[in-house]
């Protein structure tokens, strides 16, 4: 079973830039042998797919919206995946989450608050 933590959020300012973080643990989870991905759930919305990562970081797909400003990067060794945000827009105050599969339908860890505001 897989365990997923992310981290890096908080409070940003619009046109700005930050890192999430995800670490994937777990008995018997193969982080290089999966395709990850990251959703997010603004409030009152529902949960939004951003991008996913093929198990060797070798094809992506990104939200059209966001594949200008997001790019998701993993780690295997380190089991971390990544997702660098640039150019921050206040309608993407969100919980953000990193999702174990392709897509938003897998196991997803706790997720991470980012509040966009001036």
């Known amino acids: 079973q897989v365990q997923l933590v992310e981290s890096g959020g908080g409070s940003v300012t619009p046109g700005g830039s930050t890192r999430l973080s995800c670490t994937a643990s777990g008995i018997g989870f193969d982080f290089s042998s999966n395709a990850m991905s990251w959703a997010r759930q603004a409030p009152g919305k529902e949960l939004e797919w951003i991008a996913s990562?093929?198990?060797?970081?070798?094809?992506?797909k990104t939200l059209d919206s966001v594949k200008d400003r997001f790019i998701m990067a993993r780690d295997n060794a380190e089991k971390k995946l990544y997702l660098q945000m640039n150019n921050w827009r206040i309608e993407e105050t969100a919980m953000y989450y990193c999702?174990?599969?392709w897509g938003k339908g897998g196991t997803r860890g706790p997720g991470t608050q980012v509040t966009v505001s001036s």
């Open positions: 990562l093929t198990p060797d970081g070798s094809v992506d």
């Open positions: 999702v174990k599969g």
